[in-house]
């Protein structure tokens, strides 16, 4: 179904380490992924997007892989800062299987990451 | 720009009462989408309008509602509210429709009693 789970996996890291959260998606025909990082009291925020004819995507510290053949999106994010303690989600989008042509986001549990000094 | 704005931040009704909410995109932007976000659910797509129409809706009761107005800006409505309903209900907007970035407000957290 398009309802999401109740566990909520944690990923503890390093200051200037480099992170890698992963998700797994629903939908083998999904034509477009987005990673959200949501603070505490905060709505999510917009970090980087792929669409399923790319497998990679770089942006500022982040680089989005998508693997289609096992329906795996990772985001990885370089030099990890306590200002990027917060809780990641995935998204996914198909026009053909969720929306019909109009926006409607699926999303992941999310993955809470945990930056210490 | 400013970012998408909603109105009010935090909200406590009793069972039974009904609730609207309110969302302005940032300017521009034509779609508005609702979801709601509860601990034990995640994200979940409500409903989606643009250009003043309902395009695309979730899987909830027909007690939720929405509707947008010319100048984008979307209201969503809850009638009789059940405890179930208590979560924190984002709006985000886009300036069209389709495999976009969407855009997300503070969102409006909703306590029912």
């Known amino acids: 179904g398009e309802s999401v789970g109740l566990h909520l996996p944690t990923l503890s890291v390093q200051e200037g380490d480099n992170s890698i959260i992963n998700c797994a998606y629903s939908n083998s025909a999904s034509d477009y992924f987005i990673w959200y990082k949501q603070e505490s009291g905060k709505g999510p925020q917009f970090i980087i997007d792929i669409r399923s004819n790319m497998d990679k995507r770089q942006g500022q510290r982040v680089t989005v892989l998508l693997n289609k053949t096992v329906k795996h999106l990772s985001l990885q994010i370089a030099a990890t800062q306590p200002g990027d303690s917060a809780v990641y989600f995935c998204?996914?989008?198909?026009?053909?299987?969720?929306?019909?042509?109009?926006?409607?986001?699926?999303f992941g549990a999310g993955t809470r990451l945990a930056v210490h000094p | 720009k400013a970012g998408v704005t909603q109105t009010p931040r935090y909200l406590i009704k009793t069972r039974g009462q009904q609730v609207t909410l309110s969302c302005s995109p940032i300017s521009g932007h034509r779609s508005v989408s609702w979801y709601q976000q509860t601990p034990g659910q995640g994200l979940q797509f409500l409903f989606e309008y643009f250009s003043e129409t309902q395009r695309n809706k979730g899987n909830f009761p027909g007690r939720f509602s929405g509707r947008q107005f010319s100048n984008s800006r979307s209201e969503m409505n809850v009638s009789t509210l059940e405890l179930g309903d208590s979560a924190l209900y984002l709006c985000?907007?886009?300036?069209?429709?389709?495999?976009?970035?969407?855009?997300f407000g503070p969102g409006t957290r909703l306590l029912v009693l």
């Open positions: 998204a996914e989008n198909s026009l053909r299987v969720f929306s019909g042509g109009y926006n409607k986001l699926i």
């Open positions: 985000a907007s886009s300036d069209r429709t389709g495999l976009v970035i969407q855009y």
